[in-house]
């Protein structure tokens, strides 16, 4: 049974900083993902990463403010958030698959965490 619970969001001040963590249960050898929706907004991808953690994407939105790594032997993936922006408000998700890292089409997903960022 494959299980995705994310954890870290919260409210936070324009400038400052988040690390959002994601559990997995249930697989191996899968690349992970985080992607995010605004109210009113489509789900749109932000990060993802290989298996290794040698491979990584970002949205150009987020290119140089965050960063995705994962630790295999805890089975958790991270996405440390820092510079936020009042755009980077939503409803952050987590999602898996298995084979190579892509930027859509993830299998697994939780149930989200909410990041709010206040101006």
């Known amino acids: 049974q494959v299980q995705l619970v994310e954890s870290g969001g919260g409210v936070v001040q324009a400038g400052g900083s988040l690390r959002l963590s994601c559990a997995a249960s249930?697989?191996?050898?899968?690349?992970m993902a985080w992607f995010r929706q605004a109210p009113g907004k489509e789900r749109e991808f932000v990060t993802a990463?290989?298996?290794?953690?040698?491979?990584?994407y970002y949205a150009d939105s987020v290119k140089g403010r965050f960063t995705i790594s994962r630790d295999n032997a805890k089975k958790t993936v991270y996405l440390q958030m820092n510079s936020l922006k009042p755009e980077d408000t939503a409803l952050y998700y987590c999602?898996?698959?298995?084979?190579?890292?892509?930027?859509?089409?993830?299998?697994?997903w939780g149930l989200g965490t909410q990041v709010t960022v206040s101006s």
């Open positions: 249930g697989l191996s050898g899968y690349a």
């Open positions: 999602a898996a698959r298995a084979g190579v890292v892509v930027t859509t089409d993830y299998t697994y």
């Open positions: 990463i290989n298996y290794s953690g040698g491979r990584t």
